[in-house]
């Protein structure tokens, strides 16, 4: 690691740079675009973010919201815990402990610094760690390893059943930095008896664990709240699901990205309601006036990227989308399974999704436990990929609910689950109609394929498969 | 004898198998030993451990799955396709990692291209990746649901008395297994790592009554042997190895692979079920508990523990650390027993290898003589 | 007494004689497709040019991924200890070695007293090898040696997309192409190779005074850029050319074994 890499806690120059990034538009537009020039690695992502309006400038805001509290958590008297995307934080915010999410950390030093996370993905083999490991996980621990960011309290995932290269990540990095760990374990079944039961204890293992680690008992009103809020997100979500199912989607590109990183990084908490309802308020105006969410105005192609996206430097992956027309379907990430999904009442899938209940406690706990095995991935990457509610039947019907007119795959080398079957899935969505591009690169490494390789290959298969 | 336990331990469709498919008997592959044998023996099936050794080519493998994947799976699948695990009348596949997991539908749809090659009794085993009440009750409820299942497909009856019996044993070879375990760590040795990892690996692949029969006389045999003298003392610690070859480049005369933790060998027969109460419940604590595999999240603690009494036990002047490409999970604990067994003053080697055809042994060599050459240079200092 | 080395490698074959703990012969020549037919040649060079035959030679040891083929050694010695143990007789203050050789990369931690405490070796992929500095040289029409000279005078290295060589090597055709001046190109390679050798050498801990042996160590543009990444002054070994590492190794180890102490 560079000497400069070490001489500030990383997740404060993070929360530096968010901070400055929301400032960005409080002057006039010449000060805005003469300040561009000097953030040569991100102007094209703040600008692609800001780009969006109201809805751009509040997820820049939540993002430096995020990292103040991480950075000052130790300060404030909060306990901190390493968490993963896929563990929805209502919890943690339930219980006054401040969430660090590894995957948004490194998709946001991918996206503005120059190397990315290259250090501390570099750094992680020096101590140890195995380099086939995952990118998304490996390129914020390896800050954490080292020492340069706050203080961990403790590591909690809920992977294990879902992914094992997250799971492992996990489990290394307590082991070596001596600290508390628990994991909430996926049987390879969804829905029935046995797996509700097994997630309730686990759940209530879990706050078990919390309680001990912070000293305090959950507060059942705060949970409340907080579940109130994530109920009303879930309903902001739904009508954007459902608006985005028109022709043309007025749904603009990014949208689909702050969504779901907003839910990761503030779910339960009225900073993610507060982007939502933004973005809600944009897509129903372009509804009503029936046009297109791209920044062209004309939707050549509607695409659906059945895992996650890529994070190359300056969001570039909507940018190619968005100047080419190319409107943003959706992806395993952005779908939550509440009750209320367009997706559920439409499949009749209300087992596989999850509802609120608050009538007391133990309900309450019920809901929290059914909210998280029903996150992305934690939902459909168990058991085998064709089982029911498992990840092909997700992805058919969802590319269907979304009128795609082709399926991407992009994810990391060190997505094992997925490697493992990905031809196969394949090979099901192209034999039901569906045009299906696997992506080589590495969602958050770009030396593992350069961008532009990327990009190249991207349009190749657009235009062998005659969709352009 | 080590001529039949190394036959037993190279050859698939072996003649143990072969006679007892002759006899018009069955028999059920699995992949992970977290699946209890004790529940086919009870059904009067042969539990039989499906490697990939012997595969020499990967393409059936390559073909379904995808890059980036461990080859242990993969030459799995590669048998497979080529027919030659259609001896198997059932086969059971648990999550013991993500790419094991996944053999579950390539298999599948490698079966559906070509005719024959899936068993007709296919069957996911779930199993928790951690050790606490409800999740033993879980593992319980799904072992029930493992037997269930056995019994309709092959038409038998699996009640508690027949489990009982067969723990009893399993339960007696056990204890043989720790003498034998008890003779690999003497001061003086009767037999080679290589060795003794042919006669564990052929307890996968035959009756568990002539298993214990040939083991009994082994180790009365080994017993009065002289034992090997004056070699480097060895651990091999990581991931599957089911390739007595690869101990044999490893020991290369020099050194003598004494202890292991790994899935084909201690790990496998350690620990007793108990034999009073529900038996299905007491082969869940047992199967669920025992197994030192780092796919049991957050348990390092305790695996670095049983690891340096092995050490101290049998006396290790080094522990070897290899992983399979693309094995995170051992790639990565490796990582941290090396920091933590060095800080001990233990010496340890990491190796990354494939897993197949044993090819790239001259590097292998190299660097397994170097770290002997190291264990030695410490001697003659001390 | 007439102590002898031989190090038989993927891309060159060395061989070295000594004479009471000092090098009295040494021969560097590009190894042929059989390791026996290498080493039978350079040992021959030495001994012709050194005026004795085999017999004279005490005790002989080879190294290197063929040393078990050579048919005129004593003992075979892996690589890993010869190239600790000539380094320490290149530079006794050493406590960790690099060596970059043709197809492998490895560092080693030695103690006060020369003996090996570490190691590690990569060698599952090209990108940290003298094989990538080989492959991007032919691409820009360099010598391996222009290589190092070229990196030195550029302004403003490019920083590779990919760690892969092959990858790398359509960059490269692609920087060519936009005119990026040589140097630049140069040194970006020099970078990316310092940079995956640095994460190895940080895996076993940095210990002054850092060597690097083998080919690539006379390559300074690589040298350089390592020191960069490593943070740490790499002292140059300018006893000995620093390919003859290991062979050197070896005849001290032959030495040794004859009896004869070596300094």
């Not at chain 1, 973005?279 to 004309?298: D, H, W």
């Not at chain 2, 451990?49 to 799995?76: E, N, V």
């Not at chain 2, 038996?279 to 049983?306: A, T, W």
């Amino acid at each position: 690691m560079r000497k400069e890499t070490r001489e500030y806690k990383f997740d404060w120059m993070l929360w530096t740079t968010f901070a400055a990034a929301a400032r960005l538009k409080s002057g006039t537009q010449k000060e805005y675009r003469a300040i561009l020039k000097y953030i040569p690695y991100f102007n094209r992502m703040v600008d692609a973010l800001l780009g969006t309006g109201e809805p751009g400038q509040k997820f820049i805001e939540i993002c430096a919201k995020y990292m103040e509290n991480l950075t000052f958590a130790k300060e404030k008297g909060k306990k901190t815990a390493i968490t993963t995307f896929c563990f929805s934080p209502a919890i943690f915010y339930a219980m006054d402990i401040v969430p660090i999410c590894l995957e948004v950390l490194s998709v946001m030093m991918t996206f503005v610094y120059k190397r990315g996370t290259a250090e501390f993905l570099d750094y992680c083999n020096e101590v140890g760690f195995t380099e086939t490991s995952c990118s998304s996980q490996r390129g914020t621990i390896g800050a954490y390893l080292a020492g340069i960011g706050s203080d961990v309290d403790m590591f909690v995932t809920d992977t294990p059943g879902v992914c094992d290269t997250n799971a492992n990540a996990f489990s290394f990095a307590a082991a070596y930095l001596n600290k508390p760990f628990f994991q909430l374990d996926m049987p390879p079944d969804l829905t029935g008896l046995r797996s509700n039961e097994y997630h309730r204890e686990d759940f209530k293992a879990l706050i078990r664990f919390l309680e001990e680690q912070t000293g305090k008992k959950l507060d059942s009103e705060r949970l409340k709240e907080n579940l109130r809020e994530l109920a009303r997100q879930d309903e902001i979500i739904a009508e954007l699901e459902d608006l985005a199912r028109l022709v043309p989607s007025p749904v603009p590109v990014p949208y689909n990205l702050m969504v779901y990183a907003s839910r990761f990084l503030f779910a339960g908490m009225p900073e993610c309601t507060g982007v939502l309802e933004s973005m809600l308020k944009v897509a129903r105006e372009n509804a009503a006036k029936n046009i297109s969410g791209l920044s062209g105005g004309v939707e050549k192609l509607r695409a659906f990227f059945c895992y996650i996206d890529h994070y190359a430097q300056n969001m570039q992956l909507w940018q190619m989308l968005d100047s080419n027309g190319i409107c943003y379907q959706g992806n395993i990430l952005s779908h939550f399974w509440s009750h209320n999904a367009p997706h559920v009442a439409h499949y009749h899938k209300e087992e596989a999704a999850y509802n609120i209940n608050m009538a007391n406690t133990d309900a309450l706990i019920d809901s929290l436990s059914m909210i998280n095995s029903r996150m992305p991935m934690i939902k459909s990457i168990r058991g085998p990929y064709d089982a029911p509610n498992m990840w092909l039947e997700d992805t058919l019907g969802l590319a269907k609910l979304y009128n795609a007119d082709f399926i991407v795959y992009n994810g990391t080398p060190g997505c094992r689950n997925t490697w493992g079957m990905v031809k196969l899935l394949a090979r099901d969505t192209e034999k039901a109609g569906y045009p299906t591009y696997i992506m080589y690169a590495d969602a958050f490494d770009a030396r593992v394929q350069s961008w532009e390789a990327t990009e190249e290959r991207f349009m190749e298969f657009l235009k062998v498969r005659r969709l352009v | 004898m080590m001529k039949e336990f190394l036959e037993a331990s190279t050859a698939l469709n072996n003649k143990h198998v072969t006679k007892w498919k002759k006899n018009g008997k069955k028999v059920v592959g699995y992949t992970c030993s977290y699946v209890p044998d004790e529940i086919f023996h009870a059904a009067g099936i042969l539990p039989f451990r499906i490697r990939g050794f012997g595969a020499t080519d990967i393409t059936i493998g390559d073909t379904y799955f995808g890059p980036f994947i461990c080859s242990l799976p993969k030459c799995m699948l590669q048998l497979a396709g080529e027919g030659k695990f259609n001896f198997l009348d059932g086969a059971i596949i648990t999550p013991g990692c993500d790419s094991m997991r996944r053999l579950d539908e390539c298999w599948r749809k490698a079966g559906s291209d070509v005719p024959g090659v899936l068993p007709p009794f296919f069957f996911h085993f779930g199993v928790p990746h951690k050790y606490s009440d409800y999740t033993i009750k879980w593992f319980t409820e799904e072992t029930r649901r493992l037997i269930a299942a056995v019994e309709e497909h092959f038409k038998v009856e699996i009640t508690d008395a027949d489990l009982k019996k067969s723990i009893k044993l399993y339960n007696y070879s056990r204890r043989v297994l720790d003498r034998f375990e008890a003779l690999r760590t003497l001061d003086a040795p009767p037999f080679s790592g290589e060795e003794a990892l042919a006669v564990i690996l052929a307890g996968t692949t035959m009756p568990r009554e002539e298993y214990n029969a040939l083991l009994e006389k082994f180790i009365a045999s080994a017993e009065k042997s002289s034992g090997i003298k004056d070699r480097v003392r060895l651990m091999l610690v990581g991931s599957a190895n089911d390739d007595v070859g690869m101990v044999r480049v490893m020991e290369g005369g020099k050194a003598l692979v004494v202890a292991d933790n790994l899935c084909f060998g201690s790990r496998f027969y350690t620990d007793q079920v108990g034999e009073n109460g529900d038996p299905v419940f007491e082969l869940s604590k047992r199967y669920l508990g025992h197994n030192d595999c780092p796919r049991m999240y957050g348990d390092y603690q305790r695996r670095l523990n049983i690891l340096e009494q092995k050490v101290e036990k049998a006396k290790i002047d080094g522990v070897i650390l290899q992983n399979i490409r693309f094995c995170d999970l051992h790639g990565a604990e490796n990582g941290l027993f090396e920091r933590d067994l060095e800080a001990k003053g233990i010496p340890c080697m990491r190796l990354e290898r494939e897993y197949g055809p044993l090819v790239e042994t001259g590097r292998m060599k190299m660097r397994v003589d170097a770290f002997i050459e190291r264990i030695q240079q410490r001697r003659t200092i001390a | 007494m007439f102590a002898a080395g031989c190090d038989v490698g993927s891309l060159t074959s060395k061989a070295v004689i000594m004479k009471d703990g000092k090098i009295i012969e040494s021969v560097i020549i590009k190894s042929k497709a059989r390791p026996w037919e290498s080493a039978d040649e350079v040992m021959n060079i030495a001994l012709s040019r050194a005026g004795l035959t085999m017999k004279d030679i005490k005790s002989c040891v080879g190294t290197g991924y063929g040393r078990d083929k050579i048919s005129f050694i004593d003992e075979a010695v892996s690589e890993i200890a010869c190239h600790g143990k000539g380094a320490r007789w290149l530079v006794p203050s050493v406590r960790t070695v690099i060596d970059i050789g043709g197809q492998d990369c490895k560092a080693l931690r030695l103690d006060d007293k020369g003996n090996m405490m570490k190691f590690i070796t990569n060698d599952k992929c090209a990108s940290g090898t003298g094989r990538f500095l080989e492959v991007m040289a032919k691409v820009m029409h360099l010598n391996l040696d222009e290589l190092g000279e070229m990196s030195a005078r550029s302004k403003q290295p490019i920083t590779f997309a990919s760690a892969c060589t092959v990858w790398a090597q359509a960059d490269v055709i692609q920087h060519l192409n936009d005119k990026v001046p040589i140097e630049d190109i140069a040194a970006g390679v020099n970078n990316a190779m310092a940079s995956r050798m640095s994460t190895l050498a940080n895996n076993i801990g940095l210990e002054k005074d850092v060597c690097m042996t083998g080919g690539v160590a006379k390559n300074n543009g690589v040298v350089n850029a390592l020191e960069k990444h490593l943070g740490i002054r790499i002292k140059r070994i300018r006893r000995e050319d620093p390919q003859l590492a290991g062979a050197i190794g070896a005849a001290l180890f032959a030495a040794e074994k004859a009896g004869g102490g070596a300094k």
